[in-house]
Structure formats: structure tokens, C-alpha cells
């Protein structure tokens, strides 16, 4: 690890230490989980991805099944199933653009299915894919929006 990423690591963890004693200090502590996250490859843990959602920064895309994700999803994700990535991935390719921050989750860390379609998205143009890995059972659990 490079010295200026160590750095950055360990300010983003000064800034969300602070900001869980002076709630000031949150929207400076969002904003640094947005750029964290936006540097950081693969997996994001559930501060940065709330981050992400909260600024509205990202493309939430669910890999479960269309039938789970009707059932409950992250507010405002679009469903792009693993098993049907091929059907779907027109569709979502003239909505989305090559250049958004696409993050995407399934329903909890030992899931494959979200590095998979991270996978497909980037053999597929898309450079900016990142994972959320705690899923959709670490987003609910910490109560954050959800819909379906």
C-alpha cells in the first residue's frame, strides 16, 4: 500500500471518528466517504455506500433475482439479475452511461452474484464498478431506505 493511500486511510477514519462526536462534522464526513469510495477499487464497506447513496453519486444496481428485487430493494436501485444479465443489459445500457459510478450488491457478503455482474458490467465497458459487500441484509439492518 502506498504511503498517500495509507494517509487517506487514515484520515477518512479521523474524519468518521469526529464526526460520531460532533455531528458537524457529517456532511464534511460524507463528502470524504464519497471521494474515498470514488478512488477505492473493489469493495465498499456499508459507511462508504451509504455515502454514495446519501449524495446521490452512484448507480445502485441489485444482482439478485427480478423476483427478490421486487420483493424489497435499495431505494431507487435498478434490477440487473446475474442469471439474466444478457436480457437485461441492453435496456440498461442506453439508460446508463459507460462513465457512471456503478455500485453494485446482492443480498449479503458470501453471495457471489454482485461480483459476478460487476464482472460482466466491466467486460462490458464500464470502468467505474464497485461492490457493495455487506448486501442487502447489512443495508437493512442498519435501517437505511428500502423499497418494493
Not at 465498499?44 to 445502485?60: E, G, P
Not at 427480478?66 to 439479475?81: N, R
Request: net charge positive.
Amino acid at each position: 500500500m502506498s504511503k498517500i493511500s495509507l494517509q487517506k486511510k487514515l484520515f477518512a477514519t479521523l474524519i468518521i471518528v469526529l464526526s460520531s462526536i460532533s455531528p458537524s462534522l457529517s456532511q464534511f464526513h460524507a463528502a470524504e466517504s464519497v471521494a474515498f469510495a470514488k478512488e477505492e477499487s473493489g469493495e465498499l464497506n456499508l459507511s462508504a455506500t451509504k455515502a454514495l447513496f446519501d449524495t446521490h453519486s452512484a448507480c445502485f444496481v441489485d444482482a439478485r433475482s427480478e423476483y427478490v428485487y421486487y420483493k424489497s430493494h435499495i431505494k431507487g436501485a435498478i434490477s440487473l439479475s446475474d442469471s439474466r444479465f444478457d436480457e437485461q443489459f441492453p435496456d440498461f445500457r442506453q439508460k446508463k452511461a459507460i462513465e457512471t459510478l456503478m455500485v453494485v450488491y446482492c443480498a449479503e457478503p458470501s453471495c457471489g452474484k454482485a461480483r459476478s455482474v460487476a464482472k460482466k458490467l466491466m467486460k462490458n465497458g464500464y470502468k467505474n464498478v464497485k461492490v457493495f459487500s455487506g448486501g442487502l441484509i447489512e443495508w437493512a439492518q442498519a435501517g437505511f431506505p428500502m423499497e418494493g
